[in-house]
């Protein structure tokens, strides 16, 4: 019997091989949607749990059940993500904090990785959610285009379009990032280009 046919049956320990296999790769693929590793646990949890309710639905015959587990991830993370906004709405509601203290000394290591995340996730949060949850399911998760349409429950060709917008907003965005280091550099090298040779070499 296939581990779908187990799974849609109620046998524990085909889901446990399940969660084995997919909890990391559902794990990635919740963080590069909320951003928060916290986040990205309770998605994890939630979208298990999720899975083990639908079970029923799981057709017996079949491939890999990753992309059908993919998209029950994606679905729960677009419900934490509006929960986490109406706390955020609720908690900018309420009076002001006393202040934290600064821990700025004890993160400093951090900095340099923590730009660079923060680089990226402006960049993905650029596009539209549709947008970055075919990338994410495409680029990062591995799906192929079929894989991914049957997680969102879309056409190959959404599936294809939503990837190439991705790939198109990413692209300007970086090339416009790209683009003041360019001209500071251009600027800089003018400058030295009309000084005389005593001026260079002060």
Known sequence: MSIRARIRDGDAEAFAELFDELARPV???????TGNWSTAEDVMALTFLEAWRLRLKIDA?????RPWVLGIATNVARNVR????????ALARMPAAAPVPDFADEIAARID???RLA??????????????????LCVWSGLD????????????GTVRSRLSRA?????????ERQRPSASRQEE????IAVRSPKERHR
């Open 167 to 175: 790939r198109g907003r990413l692209e300007s965005l970086a090339a």
């Open 113 to 115: 990785a923590a730009e």
């Open 27 to 33: 794990y990635g693929h919740a963080y590069r949607l």
């Open 61 to 65: 015959e079949g491939g890999s059940l």
């Open 82 to 89: 509006r929960a986490a906004r109406r706390h955020d709405d």
């Open 188 to 191: 800089g090298d003018r400058d």
């Open 145 to 156: 285009h079929a894989e991914a349409a049957e997680a969102l429950g879309v056409a190959v």
């Open 119 to 136: 680089a990226v996730r402006e960049a993905y949060g650029s596009l539209r959610r549709g947008e970055r949850e075919v990338f994410a």
